[in-house]
């Protein structure tokens, strides 16, 4: 069932933020692939944390456990959000930058001279540069594999000429933070696990557009961030409990064994996980609201809730895509046929003919349209398409968007064009 225009209406009510006007109009937030804006659930999520339960993990008295069983429901929300039925296999951190250099540091303890790891060409550097350098450290070789240009898909050829009994670890990203690619990871995981190979699976940029399950993705680790998923600034790992148990983390040595604890260092941003949880609950009564039913478990209202997502994204960028490919000088980077939509989320970058990425961002801008320039940290990408280092313009939609903002945009970029 798609997203109809009442609910989507009714999902931007939720958001404070998209109230804000430039130069007297609505301002458009297309910024979503470096951060979506927060339902006021979040917002209040995150106060009522500060107001009422403000305490460090551990404690005997009242906030201390009142806030340890708010933060235990949370890993529940997300095991729910990543399709795991163990909470204990999700932990929270800063970012997932952070995380990822934590996680590679313990992985590379386990390699030796002669393995080799892969990355790839498409990634955020977040899953390219930690695992590169972990590689570094052990003396072991990292391949890349290289993305193909013309519709920036990665050459799974060269992933298979390399995958084989020294491959300890694949890191590959679900969707590309900056041209929308959906990256076939349930078959990667497949081939790395018929090796031997662990698998890695960045969903930062995937998880707010399509739903999560580690379990049908049968990969080893996934991180994601709640700040792409319209809640606060918060990292989110998940891995399987037995790698998590066997693995040695860097922590300190009063911190607990056990799981989540362990892969938890240091005392965590208490107040943003628990605004984790009410984004959770946000996409999750959208799931009830879509299939009208009240009833629905938050698992199974997280799947319709995505589902509606997807198919109503997937229109707008549709519209988006068949404006650009009608304007001269406008080169979209990525898949642009209309028939590929299910191979993309709803992310577009382009470059423009004698206009920098951020001339065009500035003018939109100055329209009240908020677009993103430059490289968003995907150097390896620029680099391959040749773009750099003026980087692209990059357009992303998420459900509080609509199709008059699309038109808006379309209208605005012509002028320029």
Not at 391 to 415: A, F, K, P
């Given at each position: 069932?798609?997203?109809?225009?009442?609910?989507?209406e009714?999902?931007?009510?939720?958001?404070?933020?998209?109230?804000?006007?430039i130069?007297?109009?609505?301002?458009?937030?297309f910024?979503?692939?470096a951060?979506?804006?927060?339902?006021?659930?979040?917002?209040?999520?995150?106060?009522?944390?500060?107001?009422?339960?403000?305490?460090?993990?551990?404690?005997?008295?009242?906030?201390?456990?009142?806030?340890?069983a708010?933060l235990?429901?949370?890993?529940?929300?997300?095991?729910d959000?990543?399709?795991?039925?163990?909470?204990?296999?999700?932990?929270f951190?800063?970012?997932?930058?952070?995380?990822?250099?934590?996680?590679?540091?313990?992985?590379?303890?386990?390699?030796?001279?002669?393995d080799?790891?892969?990355?790839?060409?498409?990634?955020?550097?977040?899953?390219?540069?930690?695992?590169?350098l972990?590689?570094?450290?052990?003396g072991?070789?990292?391949?890349?594999?290289?993305?193909?240009?013309?519709?920036?898909?990665?050459?799974?050829?060269?992933?298979?000429?390399?995958l084989?009994?020294?491959?300890?670890?694949?890191?590959?990203?679900?969707a590309?933070?900056?041209?929308?690619?959906i990256?076939?990871?349930?078959?990667?995981?497949?081939?790395?696990?018929?090796?031997?190979?662990?698998?890695?699976?960045?969903?930062v940029?995937?998880?707010?557009h399509?739903?999560?399950?580690?379990?049908?993705?049968?990969?080893?680790?996934l991180?994601?961030?709640?700040?792409?998923?319209?809640?606060p600034?918060?990292?989110?790992?998940?891995?399987?409990?037995?790698?998590?148990?066997?693995?040695?983390?860097?922590?300190?040595?009063?911190?607990?064994?056990?799981?989540?604890?362990?892969?938890?260092?240091?005392?965590?941003?208490?107040?943003?996980?628990?605004?984790?949880?009410?984004?959770?609950?946000?996409?999750?009564?959208?799931?009830?609201t879509?299939?009208?039913?009240?009833?629905?478990?938050?698992r199974?209202?997280?799947?319709?809730?995505y589902?509606?997502?997807?198919?109503?994204?997937?229109?707008?960028?549709r519209?988006?895509?068949?404006?650009?490919?009608?304007?001269?000088?406008?080169?979209?980077?990525?898949?642009?046929?209309?028939?590929?939509?299910?191979?993309?989320?709803?992310?577009?970058?382009?470059?423009?003919?004698?206009?920098?990425?951020?001339?065009?961002?500035?003018?939109?801008?100055?329209?009240?349209?908020?677009?993103?320039?430059?490289?968003?940290?995907a150097?390896?990408?620029?680099?391959?398409?040749?773009?750099?280092?003026?980087?692209?313009?990059?357009?992303?939609?998420?459900?509080?968007?609509?199709?008059?903002?699309?038109?808006?945009?379309?209208?605005?970029?012509g002028?320029?064009?």
């Amino acid at each position: 069932m798609r997203l109809l225009p009442s609910v989507v209406e009714a999902c931007r009510r939720q958001f404070p933020a998209l109230a804000r006007e430039i130069g007297g109009r609505p301002a458009v937030f297309f910024d979503g692939p470096a951060g979506t804006q927060v339902p006021s659930r979040v917002i209040d999520a995150i106060a009522g944390y500060l107001r009422h339960t403000n305490a460090n993990h551990g404690g005997t008295f009242a906030t201390s456990r009142e806030s340890d069983a708010l933060l235990w429901e949370t890993h529940a929300a997300a095991a729910d959000l990543l399709g795991t039925k163990d909470p204990a296999t999700v932990s929270f951190g800063p970012n997932m930058t952070t995380l990822t250099f934590a996680l590679s540091r313990a992985l590379a303890r386990t390699w030796k001279a002669g393995d080799e790891i892969i990355v790839t060409q498409l990634d955020h550097d977040a899953n390219y540069t930690p695992w590169v350098l972990a590689a570094r450290d052990a003396g072991v070789r990292a391949r890349v594999v290289p993305v193909r240009a013309d519709d920036c898909t990665l050459d799974l050829d060269f992933l298979d000429r390399h995958l084989g009994p020294r491959t300890r670890l694949v890191a590959v990203g679900c969707a590309s933070n900056s041209v929308g690619t959906i990256n076939p990871v349930r078959e990667i995981c497949e081939r790395a696990r018929a090796v031997g190979a662990l698998t890695f699976l960045d969903a930062v940029h995937f998880a707010p557009h399509a739903a999560i399950d580690v379990q049908a993705l049968h990969c080893d680790f996934l991180v994601c961030s709640a700040y792409k998923f319209f809640g606060p600034h918060v990292g989110i790992q998940w891995g399987r409990k037995e790698i998590l148990e066997e693995l040695e983390a860097y922590k300190l040595r009063p911190a607990p064994d056990d799981l989540p604890g362990k892969w938890m260092t240091g005392t965590q941003s208490h107040e943003c996980i628990l605004g984790v949880r009410a984004a959770v609950e946000y996409l999750a009564d959208l799931g009830r609201t879509v299939r009208q039913d009240g009833t629905l478990s938050r698992r199974r209202a997280l799947v319709a809730a995505y589902q509606a997502i997807r198919d109503y994204e997937t229109d707008l960028a549709r519209q988006l895509l068949s404006g650009l490919r009608d304007m001269p000088h406008v080169r979209i980077r990525g898949i642009a046929d209309l028939d590929r939509m299910h191979e993309r989320v709803a992310t577009v970058a382009v470059t423009l003919d004698a206009r920098t990425s951020r001339d065009v961002a500035d003018h939109l801008g100055r329209h009240g349209i908020f677009v993103w320039h430059g490289n968003y940290y995907a150097l390896n990408l620029g680099e391959a398409l040749g773009v750099e280092p003026d980087g692209m313009v990059r357009i992303g939609l998420v459900h509080y968007n609509t199709s008059e903002e699309v038109d808006r945009l379309l209208r605005t970029l012509g002028e320029l064009v």
